[in-house]
């Protein structure tokens, strides 16, 4: 399904922008988010490694793990950015500010702040 309505008016047609599309959960993306998690463990509340990523692919996808909680949340439900998909995401040098992934990765802003953004 593409994200877009046919308008008419008058017999012509006219493409325009859906104003909202589908939830279309990515389940590649999803279980690499979940494959991240699985590798780090919190201890109080300190995320903690056993051992390091054995391959290439695991050490791209543990930065999943510490995406800003609503990304997390956006990509379980399926509300991500349309180009967000784990090829997209493997190309992209994220920032460990969460505002900044936000932007970086298409979210736009967020009332959730990073904590090192409440400081004066």
Not at 37 to 61: F, K, Q
Request: positive net charge.
């Amino acid at each position: 399904m593409l994200p877009i309505r046919f308008a008419t008016r008058g017999g012509k047609q006219k493409i325009v922008p859906a104003t909202s599309r589908p939830l279309q959960p990515d389940q590649v993306l999803i279980s690499a988010l979940r494959k991240a998690h699985a590798m780090v463990r919190t201890e109080r509340g300190l995320p903690i490694l056993d051992s390091a990523p054995d391959s290439p692919y695991d050490r791209n996808i543990l930065r999943l793990a510490f995406l800003a909680p609503d990304i997390q949340r956006a990509i379980l439900h399926g509300r991500q950015p349309l180009h967000l998909n784990l090829e997209a995401f493997k190309k992209v040098d994220i920032p460990l500010e969460w505002s900044e992934q936000r932007k970086v990765l298409g979210f736009g802003e967020t009332a959730i702040p990073c904590s090192a953004d409440q400081i004066p």
